[in-house]
């Protein structure tokens, strides 16, 4: 079986099957392909390039692109703090949840991406990991619903 695009002399288009080439020819001659619209026996084999071009053309999308980050983005202005005892407190709590982490989990650099996507989709068995993230691939992360915890940096560490 044979399927052909066909078109009727008032540019009708339709498709038919047919045994084979032959038989298209053998039906046409007789009059027996018909145009389905407007019965029309004049019909011919349609010239398929055309659309297969437009229907290529549809398929192939371009992806939108995304708007480039701003390269003048303001630098932020590192936080400071004059802390009462409590919070005094609160920062050693937090200089302890940082050691408890370092100590306890997995140190993987720059390839916290990679590991927290592959324990994300089960290539890997979870575990306590902490590295380095840059921020477009914690955006990544957490859109893709990676859980993920910035890892708490103290002030007096940053130099
Ligand atoms: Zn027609």
Redesign the pocket.
Same mark, same amino acid.
């Given at each position: 079986m044979i399927k052909y695009a066909l078109v =009727? &002399?008032?540019?009708?288009e339709f498709e038919s099957w047919f045994a084979d080439s032959a038989a298209f020819d053998k039906q046409a001659k007789r009059k027996l392909v018909t =145009?389905p619209? =407007? &019965?029309?026996a004049k019909v011919e084999k349609a010239i398929m390039a055309p659309r297969l071009a437009a229907t290529k053309k549809r398929k192939t999308q371009v992806p939108a692109q995304p708007a480039p980050a701003s390269a003048d983005a303001p630098v932020p202005a590192a936080p400071v703090a004059m802390m009462s005892p409590q919070e005094q407190e609160l920062r050693t709590k937090l200089k302890e949840l940082r050691e408890h982490l370092t100590k306890n989990a997995d140190n993987v650099g720059k390839k916290f991406t990679e590991e927290a996507r592959k324990m994300h989709y089960g290539e890997i068995e979870h575990r306590s990991i902490y590295g380095e993230a840059t921020p477009e691939d914690a955006k990544e992360l957490s859109e893709e619903g990676i859980e993920f915890h910035p890892l708490p940096i103290l002030p007096d560490e940053r130099n």
């Open positions: =009727c &002399d008032k540019g009708h =145009c619209v =407007c &019965d029309s």
